[in-house]
């Protein structure tokens, strides 16, 4: 026999291994294939097409900064405070990012929705319509993405060596001013990771915005929406807004690929 | 610019209990092995930590007292902290690390920059201003780590092992010169250390630390004169006995037995200067009052001199010359006879 030259494993779990490999592939490929690369250019400036692209755009950095202005707060107390029951708060995070997203929108729309826990009074006392408008939009996709932001920023926080917030204390710096310049600074590399998750989480959010918002053109029907209806009337949007996904998706993990994926 | 703290804490299974006090310009140096508490000691001071038991007051001011629910959290209290490994911000220049406590405390940037980049000259570190703290070798980072407490101009300056992160060469010019930058430093001083020539030279007085007890405080001639524990006199490098005197006699807690020429009663030390004990490969005749039969343990060469480790009833170092070594063929294992005159043999309560 010949020596083998690398570790080879046996025959049947190389081939299943092979199919997996394929079974990923091919959509990717199918996708690329039937690209309209001739018509592209018209395909994305169709008014619904144009309107999804601008709508999503909003729709995700709106809920990014949400996850900012949040969950940012959030991250540092989950990872400084002595914060009583802080396993179940840390459970309830987490809870979206395994939560069927379709449940995710029954559940707001329960919670905001214009009979709704909250959203009753929101409506009564201040006026707020969140089912249906864009505002509702980026809620859902915040609920359903925030939570990347969490735990890639707590984890960023807990990993920071505590010394330097010692040394800006003893320096006389308050609490907000350690925070501001010596915190977010050196935790900067997990906010542009935990952001970069949110904001492609929420770029491709389905389910709970749907329910939660519903399908309005120009006002709630972002890129996977409209991906949805376009399918059924034109194929040539649908794919278009389908590459723009993709293309987004692979940038983010290109770019964040030393920081999750080392080789 | 005085200290006054009795600090006491209670970690899981570790307790601290020690006194430390310090006058305007004077330097005081917390002497202890690893884990002794020295750097707890310190985070209590600078307010990084909570007391339990106690008191720490600066000036009279008090800053944390338990019993009468004063706290004065960190960042207003009138200290500076120059950190083990320096804690740069690894983000900010030199400059802006020095920079910073002035910027926070509401001075404006120009007068900011200006009165930091002063400090880097003083200190001899302004050619690296711009540099970030991953580019400084360990000798300018503990410059900018000092320039960064000192520039606060602080009533009570903390140092945490300001030496131990340098290499040889490194320390022995970095401690001459921290010295001379604590001398001109108008508060009090406290500086925590496990290395007693760090303790000789940056410090006016000693407070040797085991365990998180004090076990001995004083001047370091003071220290080497009379030590009162096995760690401080392996630190200053003598014989420390401890027994029950009955005049010149002293029965050892250990077996054994020393002939003082002095006359003591009860509980008390006695310390051998190692020079002062001789070594012979025959039983010696004559007039020193203590022969100890031992064995050489091992020999450690320290400069011109040769300590002789030897293992007997009584336990023993001595110090000899080189040439001594090779004449009586002094090696591990050779049966040796050590004598110590009894003026030699310096007793003291205990």
């Given at each position: 026999?010949?020596?083998?030259?690398r570790?080879?494993?046996?025959?049947?779990?190389?081939?299943?291994?092979?199919?997996?490999?394929?079974?990923?592939a091919?959509?990717?490929?199918g996708?690329?294939?039937?690209?309209?690369?001739?018509?592209?250019?018209?395909?994305?400036t169709?008014?619904?097409?144009?309107d999804?692209?601008?709508?999503?755009?909003?729709?995700?950095?709106g809920?990014?900064?949400?996850?900012?202005?949040?969950?940012?707060?959030?991250?540092?107390?989950?990872?400084?405070?002595?914060?009583?029951?802080?396993?179940?708060?840390r459970?309830?995070?987490?809870?979206?990012?395994?939560?069927p997203?379709?449940?995710?929108?029954v559940?707001?729309?329960?919670?905001?929705?214009?009979r709704?826990?909250?959203?009753?009074?929101?409506?009564?006392?201040?006026g707020?319509?969140?089912?249906?408008?864009?505002?509702?939009?980026?809620?859902?996709?915040?609920f359903?993405?925030?939570?990347?932001?969490?735990?890639?920023?707590?984890?960023?926080?807990?990993?920071?060596?505590?010394?330097?917030?010692?040394?800006?204390?003893?320096?006389?710096?308050r609490?907000?001013?350690?925070?501001?310049?010596?915190?977010?600074?050196?935790?900067?590399?997990?906010?542009?990771?935990g952001a970069?998750?949110t904001?492609?989480?929420?770029?491709?959010?389905?389910?709970?915005?749907?329910?939660?918002?519903g399908?309005?053109?120009?006002?709630t029907?972002?890129?996977p929406?409209?991906?949805f209806?376009e399918?059924?009337?034109?194929?040539?949007g649908?794919?278009?807004?389908?590459?723009?996904?993709?293309?987004?998706?692979?940038?983010?993990?290109?770019?964040?690929?030393?920081?999750?994926?080392?080789? | 610019?005085?200290?006054?703290?009795?600090?006491?804490?209670e970690?899981?299974?570790?307790?601290?209990?020690?006194?430390?006090?310090?006058?305007?310009?004077e330097?005081?140096?917390?002497?202890?092995?690893?884990?002794?508490?020295?750097?707890?000691?310190?985070?209590v001071?600078?307010?990084?930590?909570?007391?339990?038991?106690?008191?720490v007051?600066?000036d009279?001011?008090?800053?944390?007292e338990?019993?009468?629910?004063t706290?004065?959290?960190?960042?207003?209290?009138p200290?500076?902290?120059?950190?083990?490994d320096h804690?740069?911000?690894?983000?900010?220049?030199?400059?802006?690390?020095?920079a910073?406590?002035?910027?926070?405390?509401?001075?404006?940037?120009?007068?900011?920059?200006?009165?930091?980049?002063?400090?880097?000259?003083?200190?001899?570190?302004?050619?690296?201003?711009?540099?970030?703290?991953?580019?400084?070798?360990?000798?300018?980072?503990?410059?900018?780590a000092?320039?960064?407490a000192?520039?606060?101009?602080?009533?009570?300056?903390?140092?945490?092992?300001?030496?131990?992160?340098?290499?040889?060469?490194?320390?022995v010019?970095?401690?001459?010169?921290?010295?001379?930058?604590?001398d001109?430093h108008?508060?009090?001083?406290v500086?925590v250390?496990?290395?007693?020539?760090?303790?000789?030279?940056?410090?006016?007085?000693?407070?040797?630390i085991?365990?998180?007890?004090?076990?001995?405080?004083?001047?370091?001639?003071?220290?080497?004169e009379r030590?009162?524990?096995r760690?401080?006199?392996?630190?200053?490098g003598?014989?420390?006995?401890?027994?029950?005197?009955?005049?010149?006699?002293i029965?050892?807690?250990d077996?054994?037995?020393?002939?003082?020429a002095?006359?003591?009663?009860?509980?008390v030390?006695?310390?051998?200067?190692?020079?002062?004990v001789?070594?012979?490969?025959?039983?010696?005749?004559?007039?020193?009052?203590?022969v100890?039969?031992?064995?050489?343990?091992?020999?450690?060469?320290?400069?011109?001199?040769?300590r002789?480790?030897?293992?007997?009833?009584?336990?023993?170092t001595?110090?000899?010359?080189?040439?001594?070594?090779a004449?009586?063929?002094?090696?591990?294992?050779?049966?040796?006879?050590?004598?110590?005159?009894?003026t030699?043999?310096?007793?003291?309560?205990?």
């Amino acid at each position: 026999m010949r020596r083998p030259t690398r570790t080879r494993l046996s025959p049947p779990i190389e081939i299943l291994a092979a199919l997996a490999i394929v079974f990923f592939a091919v959509p990717v490929v199918g996708l690329l294939q039937r690209a309209p690369w001739s018509d592209l250019a018209d395909d994305l400036t169709d008014p619904v097409v144009r309107d999804a692209l601008w709508l999503s755009l909003v729709c995700s950095l709106g809920a990014t900064g949400l996850a900012f202005v949040l969950g940012l707060p959030l991250a540092w107390v989950l990872a400084r405070a002595h914060v009583p029951g802080r396993r179940v708060v840390r459970a309830l995070v987490l809870l979206p990012m395994v939560l069927p997203p379709v449940v995710g929108g029954v559940a707001l729309l329960l919670a905001f929705g214009r009979r709704g826990l909250v959203g009753q009074y929101l409506d009564q006392w201040f006026g707020i319509r969140l089912p249906f408008t864009t505002g509702g939009a980026i809620l859902a996709e915040a609920f359903v993405a925030m939570p990347f932001f969490v735990i890639v920023v707590e984890a960023g926080l807990r990993s920071l060596d505590r010394r330097y917030e010692d040394a800006a204390a003893t320096l006389g710096a308050r609490r907000l001013t350690t925070f501001r310049r010596v915190v977010l600074p050196l935790i900067a590399p997990s906010l542009v990771a935990g952001a970069a998750l949110t904001w492609a989480r929420a770029l491709g959010e389905f389910g709970a915005t749907i329910l939660f918002a519903g399908n309005l053109e120009g006002e709630t029907q972002t890129m996977p929406l409209a991906i949805f209806v376009e399918l059924q009337t034109n194929l040539g949007g649908a794919i278009a807004l389908s590459l723009v996904l993709l293309a987004v998706s692979v940038v983010v993990l290109v770019s964040l690929r030393e920081r999750w994926f080392p080789a | 610019m005085s200290l006054e703290a009795r600090v006491g804490v209670e970690l899981g299974a570790f307790s601290l209990d020690v006194a430390v006090d310090a006058a305007p310009g004077e330097t005081v140096v917390l002497l202890g092995p690893n884990g002794a508490g020295k750097t707890t000691a310190l985070r209590v001071i600078a307010g990084l930590l909570a007391l339990e038991v106690g008191r720490v007051a600066i000036d009279g001011e008090v800053l944390d007292e338990p019993s009468s629910e004063t706290w004065i959290p960190t960042e207003r209290r009138p200290i500076g902290y120059v950190f083990q490994d320096h804690a740069l911000f690894p983000h900010l220049s030199a400059l802006d690390n020095v920079a910073f406590g002035l910027r926070a405390r509401g001075v404006r940037r120009r007068e900011a920059d200006r009165q930091a980049q002063e400090w880097l000259e003083r200190v001899g570190v302004a050619g690296s201003a711009q540099a970030r703290p991953r580019s400084l070798s360990g000798g300018q980072a503990q410059r900018v780590a000092l320039a960064r407490a000192l520039v606060l101009e602080p009533r009570v300056l903390l140092l945490d092992e300001p030496l131990a992160a340098l290499d040889a060469t490194a320390r022995v010019d970095t401690r001459r010169e921290l010295r001379r930058h604590l001398d001109r430093h108008a508060g009090a001083r406290v500086v925590v250390t496990h290395d007693p020539v760090d303790a000789m030279t940056l410090g006016d007085r000693v407070i040797v630390i085991e365990a998180g007890r004090m076990v001995q405080a004083g001047r370091l001639a003071e220290l080497r004169e009379r030590p009162r524990s096995r760690y401080v006199a392996d630190l200053v490098g003598v014989n420390l006995y401890r027994g029950t005197a009955d005049g010149p006699h002293i029965r050892l807690a250990d077996g054994g037995a020393l002939v003082a020429a002095t006359d003591a009663r009860g509980d008390v030390f006695a310390v051998v200067h190692p020079r002062a004990v001789a070594l012979h490969r025959r039983a010696p005749e004559g007039t020193p009052r203590n022969v100890l039969a031992g064995m050489v343990d091992h020999l450690d060469v320290e400069g011109d001199r040769v300590r002789v480790i030897v293992a007997g009833a009584v336990p023993v170092t001595a110090e000899v010359t080189p040439a001594a070594v090779a004449e009586l063929e002094l090696s591990a294992g050779a049966p040796v006879w050590a004598s110590i005159k009894a003026t030699e043999v310096s007793v003291y309560p205990a």
